[in-house]
């Protein structure tokens, strides 16, 4: 049996937005009918508080598995989700602790969110050296941006001296992605009007296009 794709999300900065990337690309790659897991590695836990009220709202409608697990159970719950999924999403914890450590090592792309602040960008040097060391592909997601902001542009220009790629597709400061977050879903679930649709609809493709994964999302 074909084994899932393991995307890691990873940023050693908390509040870089690791669990909106996350539920945004998990509820896309589900729309486009593939089998869907996450993972939440991350004490906080707000990517499962996020799936318990799917759940609850959703109740037998919700298509998508969650496993919260950390510790020396991660490496076998990973193995087992990618077994029997399409795509397996992992939220990492923030700083460079063991088990971000071996999500990152287990991933077949690495996904950092980077918001346009300098202090994002000084954090996201160490998880993208640990990417760069465990050799896999890294790829930087810039995140609420404002439209035509001269500090994306510099920040942009800044991170491409870090040697990584920077997703074409960015994801805006959006309205949508918490409104969304309180009802337990994703933007691609809530209509096809938004610019946060259009947003997360492209960078899903983009991805799948580097994990050589084939999807179709309604434009």
Not at 91 to 117: C, F, G, M, N, Y
Not at 129 to 138: D, G, L
């Amino acid at each position: 049996m074909a084994k899932g794709k393991i995307i890691t999300i990873a940023q050693q900065k908390g509040g870089a937005g690791k669990t909106t990337l996350v539920i945004q690309l998990a509820t896309a790659f589900l729309a486009a009918g593939k089998k869907v897991a996450t993972i939440d590695i991350d004490p906080q836990a707000s990517l499962t508080q996020w799936f318990t009220m799917r759940s609850q709202n959703l109740r037998n409608k919700n298509l998508l598995l969650h496993s919260p697990v950390t510790g020396w159970r991660m490496q076998t719950e990973v193995d087992r989700l990618a077994r029997e999924n399409d795509i397996v999403i992992i939220d990492s914890p923030p700083h460079t602790e063991t088990d971000a450590k071996i999500s990152i090592r287990a991933a077949d792309l690495v996904l950092i969110p980077v918001q346009p602040s300098p202090v994002d960008i000084w954090a996201t040097k160490p998880t993208l050296e640990i990417a760069m060391k465990e050799k896999v592909p890294v790829k930087l997601v810039l995140n609420r941006v404002a439209k035509r902001s001269k500090l994306a542009k510099a920040m942009h220009d800044k991170l491409s001296e870090y040697g990584a790629e920077i997703a074409k597709t960015q994801l805006g400061n959006r309205i949508k992605f918490a409104e969304g977050l309180n009802r337990g879903l994703g933007v691609i679930e809530m209509g096809k009007s938004s610019l946060a649709y259009q947003e997360v609809a492209e960078l899903a493709a983009e991805i799948a296009r580097d994990l050589d994964v084939n999807i179709r999302i309604a434009a």
